[in-house]
């Protein structure tokens, strides 16, 4: 990587540990520049305003989630095994990266007032259920699946996972796994038996 890369990622990196630590309404390029160890020119040099380095945190965060979720479930040969390790990993986020639920709260809470913001919210959201609804789709195709059945699931798994996420970030006192097994429990009753 060059200079340019290696400045940005400690900028994203910095303003990363900001929001979790301020939260997003909170926050500066002061901040952020203190924290990444740099001037607040450096900041300006390398991304156009405050807003663009908040979106480039959020486009890392969602890239590194998504790549863990392609790594652990493209590879699966059957929609419907893809299926169960997808509930696997929905249910595991709140445990395994609670500082992404965090950053992701911070942003959701932010997305009524910038319109950018909001637009990488829904582009993401939208890639997760494409992602979803493909793997579904080929069930359908081969008949494993009921299209009537798959038709909103994917919307149904993300909010889900979203809201078992956002309780579990506010109150950890209850086991997300054992729900998330429950859920998932009653998807397959309600996708694969008659």
């Given at each position: 990587m060059g200079t340019k890369e290696v400045r940005q990622e400690q900028v994203i990196e910095a303003t990363r540990r900001c929001i979790l630590e301020k939260g997003l309404c909170q926050l500066s390029v002061k901040d952020i520049a203190a924290e990444a160890g740099v001037s607040t020119g450096i900041i300006y040099h390398y991304f156009k305003n405050k807003e663009d380095v908040l979106l480039q945190v959020l486009k890392e965060s969602f890239r590194k989630s998504h790549m863990q979720v392609m790594k652990t479930v493209e590879s699966l040969p059957t929609p419907r095994e893809k299926l169960e390790k997808h509930m696997?990993?929905?249910?595991?986020?709140?445990?395994?990266?609670?500082?992404?639920?965090?950053?992701?709260?911070?942003?959701?809470?932010?997305?009524?007032?910038?319109?950018e913001i909001r637009h990488i919210l829904v582009k993401f959201f939208r890639n997760l259920r494409a992602y979803l609804d493909r793997y579904l789709q080929a069930g359908v195709e081969e008949g494993t699946l009921d299209r009537k059945k798959v038709e909103f699931l994917s919307i149904m798994v993300y909010s889900f996972g979203l809201g078992l996420g956002i309780m579990w970030l506010m109150d950890p006192s209850f086991d997300a796994e054992e729900i998330g097994a429950q859920f998932k429990d009653v998807l397959q009753r309600y996708l694969f038996e008659e």
């Open positions: 696997d990993q929905i249910h595991r986020v709140p445990e395994d990266n609670p500082d992404f639920l965090r950053v992701l709260v911070n942003y959701i809470g932010a997305a009524p007032y910038h319109p």
